[in-house]
């Protein structure tokens, strides 16, 4: 099992998603320079957190032009796993992997601090270690983290069954006071249709230790060695 | 051709300076020298005033790998790393313009940490104003340029403190620290060595911004201020957090012989430190400097002060491989010119000569200015104690002021701006005494904070600064790691006024003997004065920077309670200190009297206490008592924890006031929670170590009681902790 984790000079979670993949989970990791286009036999690109090119005009907007999202995109359409943290979310969006945007949080200020997210979907490579409702403790860190569709698109999202993250409260409810940016929906993840990009604003890089906050997080990643080593195996 | 009056002001020398000058170079200057010698002789760049004062305070210890005069000083953390910190002010520019001020701020700290060849990892903000809600305009600006500055590029900030007082009314304080880490073997100095050897100008091109910013960092405030408005810089964290990355991955390069951050007075400055430093000299081309703008004067190209730009001293033939990396992040850089052997620093255009000032008149020669010191009349902070009434009205409203005071309250909504976690490693989040990371790889956590009260030191400069350190040795104290060295940033009003030019003298003074006593080197810092408006002066303020290691960060301690039925202590003396106490100016509208005294000894004794009960294990928490008192502090064990307290009714006894046991601001305090198995242990340690300890009551429940006494539950402390910022 093999982690790419794609590094534009604005990305600053890249070191941290490389520090759980490889003390924490064990597994490779390869850093994907934006300027590149080799994939390197990745089985999963992460798209982690950070301001990619600066981010000034509207985020990830300059992101989807790189070379090497040319090649995050051929790798979606053909099934690759491709997940977008944060800022990666946001250049998912751009690049159209991901329907919907992500727009200036509500309160138009910096939020960092933590989160808890009601699990909707349980049958993805991503979160096939979870229960659907089980409810996780992930922190976001974003300024602009307001997930926004138009009504059709959210219709559509959410008839499909495509958020797979919501923000609620520790009990798991899903409410108004829970959402931390404003986002339609309380959405903190969403997953394309054939379920193998996925986008979330929250950070599961900074919980996959207790001693930084907890585990909650690492539970994704582990879905995913869990997962793609069966499906290694049984290929 | 003899200099006019306006010349001289636009430079910010003096007359007799300015005689000096014409002495040094045994000729007039022309204009660019003049500018270049104006900025390099400003307060700011020059530490004229300060310099002969800051010489008394101790600057080396066992760990201290790099002391004063660098980029920023640095300490040996064990396992072969070192930790790279200083702090730095930017008040003025963000008093003009909140935003672009405190982010360019954060963005220079930065730089000066990446320079010494560390990657930054944990930023700190020390943060004053005036009163809200007049001042929200300043606190929102500043608060968000420093987030937006910070989380752009990746660097956690971690902690830090903000306090309001109507002092600071115009004068905010705005001090950025930043803590590095690098392999000792790699830590990098900023020197111009080697005769030949080429100057590399990388990053940001060079454009009009900031021009004089130095100097006017080194004027007081009024009313022209407004003007100063393009004097401040516009910062783009992007860029430098790609500068950053590139100097990380040239760390390990032996074409790298000295590396040099351009802060204030841009590239005069840089080049005449880095040569100062080895002893040679420099010449600069200014034709070769990469411009964002056309028709820049070499008055302009050297005095800029764009910011993200950094100088590299590069071995001569080696260049293509630096550029190669710098490159590979998208980065600009040339070579302006190369290191010389004469000992001046020549400015050329093309083949024209612009400029030639020996390398010392620009920096070591500057003169040093001693002003008279005068103790301000403290008539007015005159306090007769037994003029006030002993017990407080009602505690519990007491209490809830206190906890919605702005100087007490929650720090939440300001925490929440800045992203803290980024990196991995911060294992004690803000909120807390101190905040830690750890140094992924290993067991080591560096405890941080920064500590400074400007009120104490208002009303008694030496104490103030005592207590300054003392209180910031306790905070690092809480978390189990040990204090080990200090930066720090001294604000003061304009030291030509003789009670400023005292209260700083005081300051220092009262820092050196603190710093001896605890056995703390100063080994970077910075310093702000003329921050007056319309002529009157902030508070005396120095802000203490410090940083503590523990060996193993899986022993560290929070200030929260951790579980239900422990037992709470008190550890040390509580005295009738009441003057300059929060609970005076909450209670009795009154700010007034002499702040708390430090006993050294004592406060030593407490902190290796603390340290070795932490190191045995037998503490599940501990919290620094400082402002606001006991019961202020207590409120906040149970707020972090959301866990209650409770205790027997308290009482004074002996000639204890009852105000002052629940709310005084004694120093030399700690609580600390421990299961009851370890407190026979914890008593026979107080007894060796000589400290008193009491039990104060037991952890659980949702209140903060003493019963038939006092009692409040944590809903209704939380409501007031929380509201307190608006």
């Given at each position: 099992m093999k982690f790419g984790v794609v590094v534009f000079p604005g990305t600053w979670s890249?070191?941290?998603?490389?520090?759980?993949?490889?003390?924490?989970?064990g597994a490779e990791v390869r850093y994907l320079w934006h300027k590149d286009r080799d994939l390197q036999g990745c089985d999963c690109v992460i798209l982690p957190g950070g301001f990619s090119y600066?981010?000034?005009?509207?985020?990830?907007?300059?992101?989807?032009?790189?070379?090497?999202?040319?090649?995050?995109?051929?790798?979606?359409?053909?099934?690759?796993?491709?997940?977008?943290?944060?800022?990666?979310?946001?250049?998912?969006?751009?690049?159209?992997?991901?329907?919907?945007?992500?727009?200036?949080?509500?309160?138009?200020?910096?939020?960092?601090?933590?989160?808890?997210?009601?699990?909707?979907?349980?049958?993805?490579?991503?979160?096939?270690?979870?229960?659907?409702?089980?409810v996780l403790e992930i922190p976001i860190s974003h300024g602009e983290g307001n997930y926004f569709a138009d009504p059709a698109t959210l219709s559509q999202i959410e008839q499909n069954g495509q958020v797979v993250f919501r923000y609620c409260q520790p009990d798991g409810l899903v409410v108004p006071a829970a959402n931390p940016n404003g986002s339609l929906h309380n959405i903190a993840g969403i997953v394309n249709e054939a379920g193998n990009v996925l986008g979330m604003m929250p950070h599961p890089e900074r919980r996959a230790e207790v001693e930084l906050g907890g585990e909650d997080g690492l539970k994704l990643f582990n879905s995913v060695v869990d997962a793609m080593n069966d499906i290694l195996v049984a290929s | 051709?003899?200099?006019?009056?306006?010349?001289?002001?636009?430079?910010?020398?003096?007359e007799q300076e300015y005689k000096r000058v014409v002495e040094l170079l045994d000729r007039q200057p022309n204009d660019v020298e003049l500018g270049m010698i104006g900025v390099l002789w400003s307060e700011h760049c020059s530490y004229k005033t300060s310099r002969p004062l800051l010489r008394r305070l101790p600057s080396s210890g066992s760990r201290v790998l790099q002391g004063p005069g660098e980029n920023a000083g640095a300490i040996d953390v064990g396992e072969g790393w070192a930790a790279v910190f200083k702090i730095e002010s930017h008040n003025h520019p963000s008093a003009i313009e909140p935003y672009q001020g405190a982010a360019t701020g954060v963005g220079g700290i930065l730089r000066d940490v990446a320079a010494m060849g560390a990657r930054p990892v944990a930023l700190l903000d020390s943060l004053r104003f005036g009163p809200l809600p007049e001042s929200r305009r300043l606190f929102d600006g500043v608060v968000s340029g420093i987030g937006g500055y910070g989380n752009c590029v990746g660097v956690p900030t971690v902690g830090g403190e903000v306090y309001f007082e109507p002092a600071y009314a115009g004068n905010p304080v705005v001090n950025a620290m930043c803590l590095g880490l690098v392999p000792t073997e790699r830590l990098r100095k900023a020197r111009a060595e080697g005769v030949g050897n080429l100057l590399l100008l990388a990053g940001a091109d060079t454009g009009r911004d900031g021009i004089h910013g130095a100097s006017f960092a080194s004027l007081e405030l009024d009313d022209s201020s407004e003007e100063r408005r393009p004097a401040v810089q516009v910062g783009n964290p992007f860029l430098e957090k790609c500068l950053i990355e590139a100097l990380q991955e040239l760390a390990e390069s032996t074409a790298v012989i000295g590396i040099q951050d351009l802060g204030a007075a841009g590239l005069t400055s840089a080049v005449a430190e880095a040569a100062s430093k080895a002893g040679s000299g420099a010449l600069i081309d200014v034709a070769e400097v990469p411009r964002r703008e056309q028709g820049m004067s070499p008055y302009e190209v050297m005095l800029s002060e764009s910011q993200e730009r950094m100088l590299l001293i590069v071995k001569r033939g080696r260049q293509a491989e630096v550029q190669k990396v710098l490159e590979r992040w998208d980065l600009h850089s040339a070579v302006i010119g190369m290191v010389t052997g004469d000992g001046h620093l020549d400015v050329v255009e093309g083949r024209e000569q612009v400029a030639r000032v020996p390398v010392d008149v620009l920096t070591s020669l500057c003169p040093t200015r001693t002003l008279e010191a005068k103790p301000p009349d403290h008539s007015r902070y005159r306090l007769d104690l037994t003029e006030i009434r002993e017990e407080p009205a009602d505690p519990t409203a007491t209490l809830l002021r206190l906890l919605a005071h702005p100087n007490l309250c929650s720090r939440r909504p300001v925490v929440r701006q800045y992203d803290h976690m980024v990196g991995n490693a911060t294992v004690v989040r803000p909120g807390g005494d101190a905040a830690m990371i750890r140094i992924n790889g290993t067991q080591i956590g560096i405890a941080m904070t920064t500590d400074g009260s400007g009120r104490y030191c208002e009303l008694d400069p030496y104490l103030g600064a005592q207590i300054a350190i003392a209180e910031a040795a306790r905070n690092i104290v809480a978390t189990g790691a040990r204090p080990v060295a200090i930066t720090d940033c001294l604000n003061f009003g304009n030291p030509d006024k003789p009670d400023v030019y005292w209260q700083l003298e005081e300051t220092i003074s009262g820092m050196a003997n603190a710093c001896r006593a605890l056995d703390l080197p100063i080994v970077s810092g910075n310093v702000s004065l003329y921050n007056d408006t319309d002529g009157r002066s902030i508070y005396p303020t120095p802000v203490i920077g410090m940083v503590g290691?523990?060996?193993?960060?899986?022993?560290?301690?929070e200030a929260g309670f951790k579980e239900d039925g422990d037992f709470v202590l008190l550890v040390g003396v509580t005295a009738n200190d009441l003057g300059g106490s929060h609970y005076l100016e909450v209670e009795h509208g009154v700010f007034a009297g002499r702040p708390p005294e430090v006993d050294l000894l004592q406060e030593r004794a407490v902190l290796e206490f603390i340290l070795a009960a932490a190191a045995a294990g037998l503490l599940r928490s501990a919290h620094d008592v400082a402002e606001g008192g006991m019961l202020v502090a207590l409120a906040e064990c149970c707020l972090m924890s959301k866990k209650g307290m409770r205790g027997p009714p308290l009482s004074a006894g002996g000639d204890l006031r009852f105000d002052a046991l629940l709310f005084g601001e004694t120093q030399g305090r700690f609580l600390v929670s421990l299961p009851s198995r370890s407190m026979p242990e914890i008593q026979n340690l107080a007894r060796k170590h000589r400290i008193e300890i009491q039990m104060l009551g037991m952890t659980g429940g949702d209140q903060l009681e003493f019963e038939g006494q006092f009692k409040v539950s944590l809903e209704e402390m939380e409501r007031a902790h929380e509201g307190g910022l608006g």
């Open positions: 890249d070191r941290d998603c490389g520090q759980v993949i490889e003390q924490v989970l600066g981010d000034y005009l509207r985020c990830g907007a300059i992101a989807r032009f790189s070379p090497v999202m040319e090649s995050v995109v051929t790798f979606a359409e053909h099934g690759g796993l491709v997940w977008g943290i944060c800022n990666g979310f946001q250049v998912l969006c751009e690049t159209g992997l991901l329907p919907g945007a992500l727009i200036r949080n509500e309160a138009c200020q910096f939020r960092c601090e933590p989160a808890h997210l009601f699990v909707e979907r349980a049958d993805l490579i991503y979160t096939a270690n979870l229960d659907r409702g089980a | 051709m003899p200099v006019t009056k306006k010349k001289l002001r636009e430079v910010a020398l003096s290691v523990i060996d193993d960060y899986s022993k560290r301690l």
